[in-house]
């Protein structure tokens, strides 16, 4: 048998890679006990990276290793390294019918919010918060001169039952008797959730010396089919001194005595209520920049804001709404004007959407299953509403018919740029003695347009519309789609909608039959006046076209009101002309007001035709210098 001889040169080579590694160990031991650059970031995925029960084992029966990992995290967090020794990764889980909401061990903080009754535009769950686009931190200092953040540190989780509510305990440990505590409590079937930031024993470890900053951030996913209209109606709300307002996409700006700040996602919203109103706030709103960051988010909300100490302790008393931007909902939350957050328009536009429009669509909800059928009733309505000032309209065009043959004499009579005057004057004459006024057919025509504009409103905001089918569009709060286009029109875009079609179709038949109309309201073209008329043919091909490219991508049920309101006065129209409107009276009674003694002039109009004279004997004066 062959006797086995050493190996000087694998003796060797075993030395060495032992010494490697015990030089390697070493090393890695001193760059944990020396200045990390984040403290508590690296505690935090040192314990992560650690199975729980070995971590636990540990403690039972600590190896020189683990006594020198635990003295490294005393040296790192300080009087807090008890929550990292302690700590552990998990989630623990309130919900109702309405939300269900998910608090990370970590941080403290929720780390999924889902609406349980909505759906995004593509049929899944809808989330507002998910995979980390949320952060919800507070950042301060110890009285050993460290500086700390709640999401790198661990919270041990207590759920409990107070009557029908759910109420999660979240505590961030110095000892069982000092600690940091948020407090959630969700009631049944309800959006707002209680939220509490308070501290207990901690005046001796919280350094007041500092700025205890709580930093709250969001990546709004898209949730919606048109990603151009939701982002457009997606900002950053905000109420102070009693104002709510919001804040477009630019840089940080500063606020005070702020009750609420709300990151608003078109038809969803996450707000954070105070009772306590934050000071100094720096709030933010930024628009994402990418194709492919565009694709899945809309814009990007922040806040900073410090946080006061009371007796040495925090004591915040807050809520949390995850939920939709529902008028008549958020109007239940009595004192907070959260029902600003849906846009109904500003001034005069929004009160005839509270008082009017809302109302109405309400009372015709509550008997009709079909959405388009109930925009379509809304327009009979408001076109029925609306019809004494067509036939006011047409009444005084048909007036100005009559009379138009006088006025074009009047111009023969007058011709030329220095009878401007005189010309002008004896046409407000004669549409005086014969009852007519310009303004009698303008005034009706604006009175309309404040309804115009309310319902240019309303049904982009309405969030019952969305998800809502109608005859071919699958979704009445977004665009209707009946072809997709390979390539995208600038400002039209890479699909074909057919409501924006038809409205348009509409539109020009409307304008078409109304051209002579408004030809008669318009006064003989004068002497270096442009043409009306050429401007008004001009007008009844750019308006349809117009319409056609910016409706295409704005809500169908927008597109299906406007169709419906053409359609309808059209129809008034020709009933107010062939049914209502006798031209042979209207002569008789412009006759009849010729043949009447003139009224005694009011002192504006006596104003007026004195300032006119003057006007008209200077440009003589001038005409003979020249």
């Known amino acids: 048998m062959e006797q086995k001889k050493f190996d000087t040169n694998s003796f060797i080579g075993m030395l060495l890679l032992g010494a490697i590694l015990l030089w390697w160990m070493y090393s890695n031991k001193q760059d944990e006990l020396q200045n990390p650059t984040n403290p508590t970031e690296q505690v935090a995925d040192t314990i992560q990276k650690t199975d729980d029960i070995t971590v636990r084992s540990n403690l039972m029966n600590p190896s020189e290793n683990d006594s020198l990992q635990n003295v490294a995290i005393k040296n790192q967090l300080g009087a807090f390294a008890y929550s990292a020794i302690q700590g552990k990764e998990g989630t623990t889980t309130i919900e109702n019918t309405l939300l269900k909401l998910d608090i990370a061990n970590k941080g403290g903080q929720i780390v999924n919010a889902q609406l349980k009754q909505f759906q995004t535009y593509d049929s899944l769950p809808l989330h507002l918060i998910k995979d980390n686009n949320a952060s919800f931190n507070i950042n301060f200092g110890t009285t050993d001169n460290r500086i700390l ?27 069982d008797t000092q600690y940091l505590e948020y407090r959630y409590e969700m ?29 709250w951030n969001l990546q709004a996913f898209r949730n919606e089919k048109s990603q151009k209209t939701e982002n457009m109606y997606s900002c950053l709300h905000y109420k102070t001194d009693g104002e709510v307002d919001n804040m477009s996409p630019t840089d940080t700006e500063v606020f005070n005595q702020l009750d609420w700040v709300a990151y608003k ?23 994402f920049v990418g194709e492919e960051a565009e694709a899945k988010h809309t814009k990007t909300f922040g806040m900073k804001t410090p946080l006061e100490l009371s007796g040495g302790e925090l004591n915040y008393a807050m809520k949390w709404y995850y939920g939709p931007n529902d008028y008549e909902l958020l109007s239940n939350y009595k004192n907070t004007d959260l029902n600003e957050l849906v846009d109904l328009g500003w001034g005069i536009f929004g009160t005839i959407n509270r008082w009017l429009f809302i109302p109405v669509f309400g009372f015709l909800e509550g008997f009709i299953g079909s959405y388009g059928l109930i925009i379509i009733l809304m327009t009979i309505v408001v076109r029925i509403f609306m019809s004494p000032l067509v036939y006011k309209s047409y ?3 048909a007036k100005m018919k009559v009379i138009r043959p006088e006025l074009n004499e009047l111009n023969k009579r007058y011709p030329g740029k220095e009878n401007a005057m005189k010309r002008q004057q004896e046409t407000m004459a004669i549409q005086r003695k014969a009852g007519v006024s310009m303004m009698s057919g303008c005034v009706p025509a604006l009175l309309q347009m404040p309804i115009f504009f309310a319902l240019f409103r309303f049904f982009p905001s309405n969030i019952t519309l969305r998800g809502k089918s109608f005859l071919w569009a699958d979704d009445l709060s977004s ?3 009946v072809f997709q286009l390979p390539f995208e029109i600038p400002f039209y875009g890479n699909h074909v909608s057919l409501f924006p079609i038809l409205a348009s179709i509409a539109i020009f038949f409307y304008m078409k039959m109304n051209q002579s109309q408004q030809m008669n309201m318009q006064a003989p073209t004068q002497e270096g006046m442009p043409d009306m008329g050429k401007l008004m043919k001009w007008m009844i091909y750019f308006s349809p076209l117009m319409m056609l490219f910016f409706f295409n991508n704005y809500a169908s049920s927008l ?3 406007y169709f419906t309101s053409n359609l309808l006065t059209i129809a008034i129209m020709l009933v107010i002309k062939n049914y209502v409107i006798d031209e042979k009276k209207i002569i008789a009674q412009i006759e009849e007001n010729k043949k009447r003694p003139e009224k005694k002039k009011s002192k504006f109009r006596q104003r007026l035709d004195d300032a006119m004279k003057q006007a008209q004997e200077q440009q003589a004066k001038q005409q003979k210098r020249k």
């Open 187 to 215: 009631k049944p079937d309800e959006y707002m959730v209680d939220f509490t930031i308070r501290s207990q024993g901690l005046g001796t470890v919280i350094n007041s010396s500092n700025a205890i900053n709580l930093n």
């Open 149 to 175: 953040n709640t999401k790198d540190l661990f919270f041990e989780p207590s759920l409990t039952q107070n009557g029908n509510s759910q109420v999660l305990s979240m505590k961030l440990k110095v000892s």
């Open 395 to 397: 009444v005084s065009s």
């Open 559 to 561: 597109s299906l009101y």
């Open 479 to 481: 665009y209707d789609t």
């Open 265 to 287: 996602q078109h038809f969803f919203s996450s707000v954070l209520i105070t009772d306590k109103p934050f000071e100094n706030s720096q709030l933010n709103s930024q628009d």
